[in-house]
């Protein structure tokens, strides 16, 4: 049986992991890699790194980073964080990435979308959707959710899917940093309306809540940063929890 | 659902090769199928240096060969005549291992792009039904019979996949999997081994099959 996926998910600046890791038991909790090694031992089914570096060495810096997970991590792994173009796109892949993901660049350019599935696959590209509740319209947004634009949240899933995108992150703002859960609502409607899978993420703050998104927002991941780099769930002790209230995971 | 303490097994670590095979040559074929450098690095940790190459001398040569993909089956075909790869591949005779890409290439013929393949197994490659999502994406569990590749592998062991075509079950499986309807997620017939899930990304378990293929294929 397929299983529901938990993914920790890194920001990563300069080559380091941002803020908010509080491992005591790592040597450089600034290291992503050795933060990924960590989790992947611990369970984790799939790692999410978004660079947020803004310099002109980015791209060279984060191609070696992909490099150094590629060699040490064993398990999937999406790169995102500023990809404008296809050409970006191969260099991480030949790197060891598995996926990676786009968002406001695809917003601004749609067109991306097809380029990057036309020429790696669908498998490869991860669309992601940061929304926010805006008069009771569930509206788009970009530049790390500063920007509103004039795309609502369905028929944007809708063209970015039909365009080649193979999986979905979809970021509530509205709940994200509340720990008071996913937003069961919208992931259960992107889940029942797209043929491809939805990753939850925003919200999460008890185990329960992973719970929640997965039997009655039928995601089929759930993505979380500051609970897991806190350890304030452990990923092992919550996919235990998440087994014993019949929900697939790998164990 | 399973027991969670049988479900914890303890893996022999890898990372230390076997002297037997310590000096085994492991060329991994390079065509425009990606993810090779995953494969590397996946031996790398076993402690494995593999040669990454096209070269038909090269690959003659290897006592292992591991053929990886991701990727689309006719432009990968297309690339293998090119190289004359889809001449050479059928008649080697060391232990071959074909992943992903690599197992549908293997068989006889894929819907994808009805593209005709390099027949060493006889079955025929489908698209899923649209029953599910497609592609069946993550860690699925392995049901396989007795093969070299799987000891030390608990039965049942989860496995990651990322496939929209897949192989129907025949007299070569020796793994299955159920996404939709069961299918193969592994293949053997004589030297020529075949999986349809991600070792190099299925975590201790990807990395025993691969140890296995190396050390006692």
Redo the contacts between chains.
């Keep these: ?3 529901k ?1 938990i993914i920790p998910c890194l920001d990563i600046k300069d080559g380091k992991t941002v803020k908010g890791i509080n491992f005591i038991d790592l040597r450089d909790a600034g290291d992503p890699v050795e933060l990924g090694v960590k989790y ?1 031992e611990l369970g984790a ?1 799939e790692l999410v790194f978004l660079d947020i570096t803004a310099t002109i060495e980015r791209r060279k810096t984060l191609v070696e980073l992909v ?1 150094r997970i ?3 991590i ?3 792994f999406t790169v995102g964080g500023g990809i404008k173009e296809v050409d970006g796109v191969n260099e991480l ?4 990435a ?1 996926k990676i993901t786009v968002n406001s660049s695809a917003v601004n350019n749609p067109n991306l979308i097809d380029k990057i599935a036309n020429r ?5 590209v991860v669309l992601s959707v940061d929304t926010k509740n805006v008069d009771g319209i569930q509206k788009i947004f970009t530049d790390g959710g500063r920007t509103e634009t004039d795309w609502e949240l369905l028929p944007w899933v809708t063209e970015a899917v039909e365009r080649g995108v ?2 979905i992150l979809l970021t509530s703002m509205d709940h994200d940093g509340t720990k008071n859960g996913f937003a069961l609502e919208i992931t259960k409607q992107l889940s029942e309306l ?4 939805v990753v939850a993420s925003g919200g999460a703050g008890t185990m329960e809540h992973f719970v929640d998104v997965f039997k009655n927002g039928k995601a ?2 759930a993505l979380a940063a500051s609970i897991f780099h806190f350890g304030e769930i452990e990923i092992l002790e919550l996919k ?1 929890y998440l ?1 014993n209230k ?1 929900i ?1 995971v ?2 | 659902m399973k027991n969670i303490k049988n479900s914890q097994p303890e893996y022999p670590q890898p990372a230390t090769r076997n002297p037997n095979t310590r000096n085994s040559k492991i060329v991994i074929i390079k065509y425009n199928a990606g993810n090779v450098y995953s494969v590397s690095s996946a031996l790398k940790r076993l402690g494995y240096d593999a040669v990454i190459t096209s070269d038909l001398k090269e690959i003659k040569s290897a006592d292992k060969v591991i053929f990886p993909g991701v990727g689309e089956a006719s432009s990968a075909m297309e690339y293998l005549k090119q190289t004359k790869l889809d001449k050479v591949i059928p008649q080697l005779k060391q232990p071959f291992l074909g992943v992903c890409l690599g197992l549908q290439l293997l068989c006889n013929y894929s819907e994808e792009r009805e593209t005709k393949c390099l027949s060493i197994f006889d079955e025929d490659v489908k698209r899923f039904p649209p029953k599910e999502k497609v592609p069946h994406m993550g860690w699925n569990s392995i049901k396989f019979s007795d093969s070299k590749l799987f000891i030390n592998v608990p039965n049942e062991s989860f496995v990651y996949f990322v496939h929209s075509y897949f192989a129907g079950l025949s007299d070569n499986t020796i793994a299955e999997t159920n996404y939709i309807l069961p299918f193969s997620s592994a293949l053997q017939k004589d030297n020529f081994y075949a999986l349809q899930f991600h070792p190099e990304k299925s975590g201790k378990v990807g990395e025993q099959i691969l140890k296995n293929f190396i050390e006692l294929c």
């Design positions: 049986m397929l299983t996926r992947a089914d490099k590629a060699l040490n064993n398990i999937p892949l030949d790197s060891g598995d790696f696959g669908s498998q490869c193979g999986e797209l043929p491809v899978p089929d991941a235990k087994n019949n697939p790998r164990l």
